[in-house]
């Protein structure tokens, strides 16, 4: 088992940053794909980024595609996801998630662990 819990999440205006956070317990956390998703009310879940157990990897959605960054410390246990010249349509709850495995993973159905979830709110 792994436990997920992200945090970080607020209320930004339009043009500003936040970056999440995701800690990770429970199992070896190198040998494990992360993955961060939103979904925003009435759409999608969507994939943000994906990362791969080494973070030598990264995917990027392309919505977010030279404006977010995505990473990992093992040495924390955390995941994190930087987020920059933020824009109302980024207002959703993020997750992130876990897949054990060494490659990421696009398609949220293949990550059986997933935090509770932190609401990105981007006024404009």
């Known amino acids: 088992q792994v436990q997920l819990v992200e945090s970080g999440g607020g209320l930004v205006q339009d043009g500003g940053s936040l970056r999440l956070s995701c800690a990770a317990s429970?199992?070896?956390?190198?040998?494990?794909?992360m993955g961060w998703f939103r979904q925003a009310p009435g759409k999608e879940r969507e994939v943000v980024a994906a990362?791969?157990?080494?973070?030598?990897?990264?995917y990027y959605g392309a919505a977010v595609k030279g404006r977010f960054t995505c990473s990992r410390d093992h040495a924390k246990n955390t995941v994190y996801l930087e987020m920059n010249s933020l824009k109302p349509e980024d207002t959703a709850v993020y997750y992130c998630?876990?897949?054990?495995?060494?490659?990421?993973?696009?398609?949220?159905?293949?990550?059986?662990?997933w935090g509770q979830g932190t609401q990105v709110t981007v006024s404009a």
């Open positions: 429970g199992r070896t956390f190198s040998g494990y794909a």
């Open positions: 998630a876990a897949a054990y495995g060494a490659t990421w993973y696009l398609n949220g159905n293949q990550y059986p662990y």
């Open positions: 990362i791969n157990w080494s973070g030598d990897m990264i």
